[in-house]
């Protein structure tokens, strides 16, 4: 019966089933009110329900994504067992193995056995590897580079000496050992029939165009090109690869380099070998040992690929600012083809042929919109850009062109492009031609009407001379209307083409309102050189530049005999300035025993420029000379120049940059120049124009200069 039912022991029950936590349950328990009981644990029962109901609904929708996703994957094997076995799909191991193949199939013949036993391995490796493993990635990679590498493709050389000297000159003007050097290359495979790689190596200083011949050389040859620099360089896995077991691996420069040409005897150009770097990771130079020797590069072993790769057919260029700093084991590999500053008129040369036509295109520029004078361009070369390169020389040429654009432009608002400009001249032209020809089709085929109806012409002779005086008027108007045209479009033309040009000219007395005051002063400071100044000659990275050396007496007295030598002077022109100090004073005993001048003298020798550091042995009879001349007090004679090492013996010894220091002897209008006796084969070989106007001695000991200095 309902009324002896217990509902505060359901209110216990209903509380105890819930998921309420002890104090609920608590709260129910301390309540002696059977109503209100029941009120706690109906809410305590709707949270559990409702709660409930929610877990309810992500269990079921959870349910339905499972089973909708392995329904999903069911049918796509179910499909792809379809697929498989109508022929219509294979799976992804097999599809990767066909293009793997696919890939070996034109040149399967040229690729070496051992090679395809190593990629048939790894085939066979990846089909039995699951294609979810880690290494399966790693394999599947590997046989990527093996398979995209050229195994015995080459392209075909160019062995036309004629072309490929045209291309050489084309690009660049000068540079004739490098260009003979090419050629002589081309000579030798054209009389075997084929070529082997070579070793050469570019030395000179920044901008002659040691980057940009070896693309030109590539063209000559009909060869792919490849550059990558080795500045700074200091990992030697970047040349050698890494191993397969590292995460990311990858080959070296050269495996690369010939997946991308996709021949094997590519031009590959190496930059900056002189500033190869060593890290902790190894030596690069030590690295390249065995890609740049011709004896063991045909067996060249990358880390990755860990297969003999034959790189003797590849044509390998370094180039270096200073041979000096290669390691010696790499520069015996090499065949050093050194490459000189140009003198003023190359680059004159340059200038007109290659930089101004370059420039002018570059700034949308016609030629007979700007004048750049002779003048301007050597007051340019001179006081602005004497370094050995042209680099410099091209910047300031786009600089001037880019003022002289800026001022057309502010000056003429309504420059038309040039290119837009010719289109619109070969529209128009076009347009008329069609005009003129579809009247002259209408009048042609007016004629031929005409004549294949002479039958009824002649039965209807007024109507048919009516028609024709007709036509002939028709005709003769239209022949007017195309003729006035004609001369319409002429007048046209000639009138814009004689509209005004606005024609900027460059010449060397506003050459500073385009490019700045100038950089360089005149290097020569004395006309006459007084006594104890003596001008020498040197060689820096900027290329040649005269060097005067000034010595003083400081104070005299006997047995004050001593030399202070001043100019940031390297260790090497120290010990030469001590070496000059001793030789002078025996042979001013020699000529002038009597005069004990360097015994009871303090002498104060000095280099100027005294902020640019100097070192180099070349200045040593330049100051036994300065010395002589002081004690002696005689100057030396006008315009004269020297330079050479000098032993302690007086021996006169070689010295470097001998074409340098020509150009700066007739930059500073020397006419005698003092060079030593072994140098004489490297001043012949200077082109006649470095040596024009030149009086040149060759002396191996210093009295001989004594001879011609005083």
């Not at 089933?17 to 349950?25: D, E, F, T, W």
């Not at 385009?514 to 020498?536: L, S």
């Amino acid at each position: 019966h309902i009324g002896d039912f217990n509902y505060a022991r359901l209110a216990d029950f209903g509380a105890a089933i819930s998921g309420a936590n002890k104090l609920q349950c608590q709260q129910v328990l301390e309540e002696l009110d059977v109503h209100k009981r029941l009120q706690l644990t109906l809410e305590l029962v709707k949270k559990e329900m409702e709660i409930s109901k929610i877990q309810e609904s992500i269990a079921r929708a959870i349910e339905e994504k499972i089973s909708g996703e392995q329904r999903r994957y069911l049918l796509n094997e179910q499909l792809k067992a379809i697929k498989k076995e109508l022929g219509l799909e294979t799976d992804d191991k097999t599809a990767l193995s066909a293009k793997f193949r696919e890939r070996l199939e034109p040149n399967k013949e040229k690729i070496p056995v051992h090679v395809m036993q190593v990629i048939e391995e790894e085939l066979t490796k990846l089909q039995l590897l699951e294609a979810s493993s880690s290494e399966f990635n790693v394999t599947r990679n590997y046989l990527d580079w093996l398979t995209a590498l050229p195994w015995g493709s080459y392209s075909d050389e160019n062995f036309d000496v004629l072309r490929a000297e045209q291309i050489l000159d084309e690009d660049h003007y000068g540079l004739t050992d490098v260009k003979e050097r090419i050629l002589e290359f081309i000579a030798v495979g054209k009389l075997r029939g084929t070529s082997q790689g070579k070793i050469i190596c570019l030395s000179g200083p920044p901008g002659v165009g040691k980057t940009s011949i070896g693309r030109s050389i590539a063209r000559a040859l009909n060869r792919k090109f490849y550059r990558f620099s080795v500045g700074g360089l200091s990992d030697v896995a970047e040349i050698k690869g890494h191993r397969r077991t590292y995460i990311g691996a990858m080959p070296g420069k050269m495996v690369q380099c010939l997946k991308s040409v996709g021949t094997a005897n590519p031009l590959v150009l190496i930059d900056e070998i002189d500033k190869l770097g060593r890290g902790h990771a190894g030596d690069p130079a030590s690295a390249m040992l065995e890609l740049l020797d011709p004896e063991q590069n045909a067996n060249f072993l990358d880390h990755y690929l860990d297969v003999p790769i034959d790189l003797s057919k590849v044509l390998f260029v370094c180039t270096a600012n200073v041979v000096e700093m290669i390691p010696n084991p790499l520069l015996d590999r090499m065949e050093v083809i050194s490459i000189a500053g140009y003198i003023t008129d190359e680059k004159v040369h340059i200038a007109r042929d290659y930089l101004e036509k370059a420039t002018r295109e570059t700034c949308g520029i016609k030629p007979e919109q700007v004048e750049v004078t002779d003048s301007a361009l050597l007051a340019l070369i001179e006081n602005y850009c004497r370094e050995a390169g042209v680099r410099n020389l091209q910047k300031q040429i786009e600089k001037i062109y880019r003022k002289i654009a800026l001022k057309l432009v502010r000056e003429d608002g309504e420059i038309e492009p040039q290119n837009a400009e010719v289109d619109e001249v070969k529209a128009e032209s076009i347009h008329l031609s069609d005009e003129i020809k579809s009247k002259e089709e209408i009048q042609a085929g007016a004629e031929s009407a005409n004549g294949s109806n002479d039958d009824e012409a002649s039965e209807n002779n007024a109507e048919a001379e009516a028609q024709g005086a007709e036509n002939q008027t028709q005709k003769s108007a239209n022949e007017d209307t195309c003729l006035q045209d004609t001369q319409e479009t002429e007048k046209a033309t000639e009138s814009e083409a004689s509209k005004t040009v606005n024609k900027v000219v460059v010449d060397s007395p506003n050459l500073a309102d385009y490019v700045g005051k100038p950089v360089f002063h005149a290097e020569r400071i004395y006309d006459q050189t007084p006594v104890g100044v003596v001008m020498g000659l040197a060689w820096t990275s900027m290329g040649g530049s005269t060097l005067y050396i000034e010595t003083s007496l400081v104070e005299q007295g006997e047995g004050k005999g001593a030399l202070n030598v001043t100019g940031q002077l390297g260790d090497v022109m120290k010990e030469s300035a001590q070496i000059a100090h001793t030789v002078a004073r025996t042979i001013l005993l020699e000529k002038e025993p009597d005069n004990q001048f360097f015994a009871n003298s303090k002498l104060h020798l000095h280099v100027p420029a005294g902020a640019t550091p100097k070192d180099g042995p070349s200045a040593g009879c330049t100051m036994i000379t300065s010395l002589l001349s002081l004690a002696m007090k005689k100057p030396v004679k006008k315009d004269l120049a020297m330079t050479g090492e000098v032993t302690l013996t007086g021996k006169i010894l070689p010295i470097g940059g001998v074409k340098e220091k020509a150009i700066a002897a007739r930059r500073s209008d020397v006419k005698t120049i003092i060079f030593p006796s072994a140098n004489r084969r490297d001043f012949d070989e200077l082109a006649p124009n470095v040596k024009e106007g030149l009086d040149v001695h060759f002396v191996d000991d210093y009295k001989q200069i004594f001879d011609l200095a005083f």
